[in-house]
């Protein structure tokens, strides 16, 4: 499996962004995805994941009701739409994939994405 993120880039405190992770191999409608962030000198964290069907997700409190996961099967991909944008929320962003539940547990994810910067200017 691979996990190739894209969508990140530069933009103003209050906007938004749309990242994307496309999956190669055919686990990807049979597996959870996660989003996770880096931000510097900090540990890597949970963001957002989502289940098999789309229909389970969960939100680190930091990005409740501002952003969004969800996922195509038929394209292989997860998004997360971001709105809202703080400076704190500054991070390289990784896509993973999980071959079980959705989970916020980063060490249960079997494989990650190799990341794309997101920076919000205030």
């Known amino acids: 499996v691979q996990l190739q993120a894209s969508g990140g880039g530069l933009v103003q405190a209050g906007g938004s962004l749309r990242l994307s992770c496309a999956a190669s191999g055919r686990t990807f409608s049979s597996a959870s995805m996660g989003w996770f962030r880096q931000a510097p000198r900090k540990e890597r964290e949970f963001v957002a994941a989502?289940?098999?069907?789309?229909?389970?997700?969960y939100y680190a409190d930091s990005v409740k009701g501002r952003f969004t996961i969800s996922r195509n099967n038929a394209e292989n991909t997860v998004y997360l739409q971001m709105n809202s944008l703080k400076p704190e929320d500054t991070a390289v962003y990784y896509c993973a994939l999980h071959l079980g539940g959705p989970t916020t547990n980063l060490r249960s994810y079997d494989y990650w994405g190799q990341g794309t910067q997101v920076t919000v200017s205030s």
């Open positions: 989502i289940g098999w069907y789309g229909i389970t997700t």
